[in-house]
């Protein structure tokens, strides 16, 4: 959470004050304009103004394979074909499936490691950061080597998998059923580290004195866990949950690589159903649609969700 | 300080790799990562010693080789001086002037197209279909074929085994049935002590691969794109009872007789599937088959087959023409390749080199059936290629049938009639948004 | 009090505790290394070691991956390469004994380059430009300064793929498209959210009553800013820095989309890394190896701002 800054006892060297004299240079204002301008003129024209020009895309039949056709307004039409394309909603749902699963073991093992770390036993600090690794990774590249990693016969997925339990010949990307839980677990592997690493600082920053009162007190480790360590890592779980739900809400990278999206359309999420309609279709018109409604749920739901972090923060 | 010193580093390393830059006479060809792309380098080695200008080449696996091209061309990108794009994208490239149109070139140059095949010329060359409009030259001549292992069908024990069963000899298949039975015999079945598999076939999600692979079963059963009396119009072709035949057997060759795991492959893993000794045939483009008779483990044993018939002759027609960007700053420096590459005698060394010419002067030489042992195959698949929609919205036409069909083929999803009947209305939408219905 | 006597205390671990605990996250680091490991060590294998099945665990280590990954060869019969004057370099050596010869170095260094031009361009202007802004929204009262700040942050939610496409027709128009220029504006405008959220924690964290005092003594509000502020930023700014440059080297889709031979970078090109048939995995795995090394190496200078870092500056130690 955030800290108060220190503030200083003394400030520079004494020097004795003189009437404050009209100071040099540009006047602070000046200054803050100067400073902040660049910034938002780079904002402005990488990120808002590609989203207007997105939503104005999104009223007309556009396609960017052929600029040179009769460019017709369409009006609502591509968000009707939107909202009545089943595969649109296939796909909506199996990025929810992957964002609800994902999340859920992250948490879950993020959590117990957490926990488990806080022991502080000796050499924590360094599998701390053996553990950290997966998740500095080029998500791409991460998921062509699992490619690799999930061949039936040559990689070493399967190998350990039989090694404990004989399943016999499976494939983790090749079976439609199998899949999703092929990019659940590659996606889990790099970002656990992640939800460990803010449940650390969230169990870090509970005062002890907290439990020590409790336990003065008679109470159980059990019921010390439950209504003073959950009651306060819950922020941080929630800022976890947040971060994590926006990413996997817009990956891409990892799933292109590891599945094309595949078996059939198993693991289709909505960016790669996305790219399919607008860099190898090029609907553009449609596909501004589709984006603008991806983006006006992330935003609005992201919106909700950080006020209630912030009430729960206040609690 | 740090930053200068890495910055330098990665300059460096920049001006070391950079020598595809170099601004002296220099082209750039773009196409597939392939073995002929290996042999199109070292046939270039000529060009480069008559003209002094130095070819650089970018190669793209065939995976990404759509994907990445398509939207170079879509940019206006000036990588590519040269570029052998796939046939299909001819409607796209004419329309939208991404290729120079050739006719006024040939003429001055004397080059006459007829010279080359006309089933190439008609494919590889022209939009619209059979106009005397020319986009591209015939490059590489190919088409989607069978290859499989020659020592295994030679095995006694197996011939008999095989007799018993079926009641013929063990032959490669001449139809879809027969192919059904070898492969159904040899899945399952343990050869020098590992269990095999009948067929490595096409069943990629990602570009086109499941695509190429199921018409090779359509084409055979009579598959028809549209009424031949009104363009575009597709139910009863498209979803016709021998296209509903077809589809299902080839769900039923996937179901039976291939690898695990084989749920995304295309020609790499059909090859590594076969050099490896797991499946007894292969379906693969010709492209691949001089190769293969050079490789260590299968060169060989390995014999080859026309695609089978059903109901007619036919072969999925590949390869592609060699085209000149028009958003290249070098096209004279291009049209001079195009000129050289289209000489009789480097087309012959094409041949010879792994390259499949398609010359006239190469093709009907009376003994180019004996150059190689696919040679004759390779004519009589020319003779009866078809090949997929080249419209300029044949990206969208491609991407519905490759989901279309894998989510019937490999994820299970409804019946054979299902998919074809989605697949008819997806057309229709994507014909009715370009205005042609 | 028996409630003191208790084994388990949350304050206070057991020693046993902690040597479970200790255990378990042992077991849980190996479990999750292995898959690098393999990838690392697959790099050291021959082609057909790396597609042996099953796989194998002990191998002869061969250099074949990291050549492969930095030259083009192309096969040749046995005929001409008895005709070739013998090897010189130990590569080339190695390339013959598969019965190839290089004709040149491979696109892979090239890539590598755009990746650490790319990369550090576009950290530095982010860095710049944000700590600039972030000294700014520190110090200065801006109107609508909440607004703006979470308008920053927001421009993170969106999909790349949903921004790619307006870029995409904007950088034809300018001709942006494949050039590094284009992607350093596009990876700075996107590494500002993370720039100035990080560099404004960092400068919250500086006491303001440094540069006032320093303005008392006649200094203007800029050479305050340059001569006492930023020395004391340095470390958050070499953090920043550091972090800004993983996201631009991780990034896959916008180059994927807007670059191809000229600015390439290497997450594109690493998984298309083709061999004989198929991928070549040992030089995949090369790539991958060499690509991953400075982010680890950046990993472990980053130990103590990574959680900073990874929340945008919400969270600090």
């Known amino acids: 959470m955030n800290r108060t800054p220190v503030s200083s006892d003394t400030p520079s060297p004494a020097v004795p004050r003189p009437a404050p004299a009209p100071r040099p240079g540009l006047s602070d204002r000046t200054v803050a304009w100067l400073f902040v301008a660049p910034t938002l003129f780079l904002l402005l024209a990488i990120n808002i103004f590609p989203l207007l020009w997105n939503i104005y895309l999104s009223f007309t039949n556009y396609k960017a394979n052929a600029p040179n056709r009769p460019l017709r307004w369409l009006g609502l039409r591509n968000y009707e074909r939107l909202l009545s394309n089943e595969d649109i909603w296939a796909s909506m749902q199996v990025t929810a499936r992957f964002v609800f699963w994902s999340i859920l073991l992250q948490v879950v093992l993020g959590f117990a490691l957490a926990w488990l770390l806080n022991r502080r036993f000796r050499g924590h600090g360094f599998w701390t950061t053996v553990i950290v690794v997966p998740m500095m990774l080029s998500p791409a590249v991460v998921g062509v080597f699992w490619t690799y990693l999930f061949q039936p016969q040559a990689g070493i997925f399967n190998y350990i998998v039989n090694f404990f339990y004989d399943f016999g010949d499976f494939t983790m990307i090749g079976d439609p059923d199998l899949a999703m839980w092929a990019i659940v677990l590659v996606d889990t592997w790099m970002w656990t ?4 690493l803010i449940c650390l600082a969230g169990l870090r920053a509970i005062p002890e004195y907290l439990y020590e009162a409790a336990e003065v007190d008679g109470a159980s480790s059990w019921r010390q866990f439950w209504t003073i360590t959950v009651p306060l890592v819950l922020p941080f779980l929630m800022l976890a949950v947040l971060f994590r739900g926006i990413e996997n809400f817009k990956m891409f990278d990892m799933v292109v690589e590891l599945t094309s999206g595949g078996p059939g359309s198993a693991t289709e999420l909505a960016s790669i159903y996305l790219k399919r309609e607008a860099f190898e279709k090029w609907r553009t018109g449609f596909s501004a649609a589709l984006a603008v409604v991806l983006f006006v749920t992330v935003f609005g739901v992201a919106n909700i969700y950080v006020k209630l972090l912030n009430r729960v923060k206040e609690r | 300080m740090r930053r200068t010193f890495l910055t330098s580093m990665a300059l460096s390393m920049g001006l070391a790799a950079g020598v595809a830059q170099a601004q002296e006479k220099s082209l750039t060809l773009c196409w597939a990562a392939w073995d002929p792309a290996n042999a199109l380098t070292e046939l270039s080695r000529d060009f480069t010693a008559r003209t002094g200008i130095a070819m650089n080449f970018e190669f793209v696996p065939w995976t990404s080789f759509a994907d990445r ?4 061309l879509n ?31 040939f003429e001055k140059e004397g080059i006459d197209i007829n010279d080359f095949l006309p089933a190439t010329v008609y494919n590889y060359s022209t939009w619209p279909k059979g106009s005397p409009n020319y986009w591209a030259l015939p490059a590489m001549g190919d088409a989607l074929a069978w290859v499989y292992r020659k020592d295994w069908f030679a095995r006694p024990e197996l011939r008999e085994a095989f007799r018993k069963e079926y009641g013929r000899e063990l032959a490669p298949p001449r139809t879809w049935d027969e192919l059904m039975e070898v492969a159904k015999f040899f899945t399952g079945r343990e050869i020098d002590g590992k269990v095999r598999y009948g067929v490595a076939i096409y069943t990629e999600r990602g570009s086109e691969g499941i695509t190429m692979g199921v018409t090779s079963a359509l084409y055979p059963w009579g598959f028809r794109y549209q009424d031949p009396e009104q363009p575009y119009r597709m139910e009863g072709f498209v979803n016709s009872p021998e296209a509903v035949e077809a589809l299902e057997a080839y769900k039923a060759l996937y179901e039976c007789c291939t690898p695990p795991g084989h749920s995304d492959a295309y020609m790499v893993a059909n090859l590594d599937a076969y050099k490896s000794g797991q499946v007894a045939m292969q379906m693969n483009w010709f492209a691949f088959f001089p190769g293969i008779l050079k490789d260590e483990q299968v060169g060989e044993v390995s014999g080859f087959f026309v695609n089978p018939r059903q109901n007619e002759e036919a072969s999925v027609l590949g390869g592609q023409g060699i085209s000149v960007v028009s958003y290249s700053d070098k096209k004279d420096l291009a049209l001079q390749y195009i000129k050289w590459f289209a000489q009789p005698e480097v087309q012959q060394k094409w041949w010879a080199l792994g390259g499949y010419s398609a ?24 003779s009866n290629v078809r090949d997929f929609w080249q419209e300029p919205e044949y990206a969208e036409l491609l991407q519905a049938m490759q989901r279309r069909i894998h989510d019937y083929v490999v994820a299970d999803k409804g019946t054979a009639k299902e998919a074809l009947d989605k697949l008819i209305q997806d057309w229709t939408e994507i014909f009715e948004d370009a205005g042609k219905l | 009090m028996s409630a003191l006597d208790q084994a388990r205390s949350i304050v ?17 680091a190996l479990v999750s290394s292995i898959p690098l490991a393999w990838i690392v060590a697959t790099s050291f294998k021959t082609p057909s070691d790396a597609i042996a099945y099953p796989p194998k665990l002990v191998f002869t280590p061969s250099l074949e991956g990291y050549v492969n990954l930095f030259t083009a060869r192309t096969r040749q019969t046995p005929e001409y390469l008895a005709s070739l004057p013998p090897p010189e370099t130990w590569y080339e050596e190695l390339v013959r004994k598969r019965n190839m010869v290089i004709t040149g170095p491979s696109r892979f260094a090239g890539r590598y380059a755009n990746s650490l031009i ?40 969106f999909p790349p793929i949903a921004v790619a496409i307006p870029v995409y027709l904007m950088y034809r128009q300018l001709g942006l498209t494949d050039t590094q220029l284009g992607m350093i504006i596009l990876y700075t405008a996107v590494n500002l959210s993370l720039s100035v959220w990080l560099l404004k924690g960092f400068i919250d964290e500086i006491p303001k009553e440094y540069e006032e005092a320093a303005m008392v003594d006649g200094y203007s509000r800029l050479q305050a800013f340059r001569k006492v502020v930023l020395p004391q930023a340095a470390a958050g700014i070499a953090a920043t820095a550091i972090f800004c440059l993983i996201f631009a080297w991780n990034e896959y889709a916008f180059a994927l989309l807007l670059t191809s031979g000229l600015a390439q970078t290497a997450p594109p090109f690493i998984p298309n890394i083709i061999g004989e048939g198929g991928l070549d995995w040992p030089a995949v795995a090369a790539g991958t190896t060499l690509f991953l090394l400075p982010v680890m190496i950046f990993t472990i200078i980053l130990r103590r701002h990574l959680l900073r870092g990874i929340t945008f500056g919400a969270l600090r130690r």
Request: aromatic share 16%.
């Open chain 2, 359 to 382: 010359h006239r002067a190469v093709l009907e030489a009376p003994d180019f059936p004996e150059s190689a042992p696919f040679a004759g195959d390779f004519l009589e698949a020319m």
């Open chain 2, 69 to 72: 091209f398509l939207n170079e």
């Open chain 3, 118 to 157: 790319i990369g550090f361009g576009s950290t530095f202007f982010a860095v710049f430009l944000g700590t600039l802004a972030a000294y700014a929204f520190s110090r200065f009262r801006i109107p609508l300064k909440e607004d703006l700040l979470f308008f920053i942050l927001s421009t993170r939610m």
């Open chain 1, 193 to 196: 580290p992640f939800v460990m």
């Open chain 2, 75 to 105: 940019s206006r990108g000036k990588l590519c001086d040269l570029m052998i794009g796939d046939s299909q994208w001819l409607g796209l490239a004419a329309e939208n002037g991404h290729y120079v149109k050739l006719n006024d070139f």
């Open chain 3, 12 to 28: 206070e671990p057991t020693p046993f505790s902690r040597r479970l605990a200790a255990v378990v996250i042992l077991v849980y």
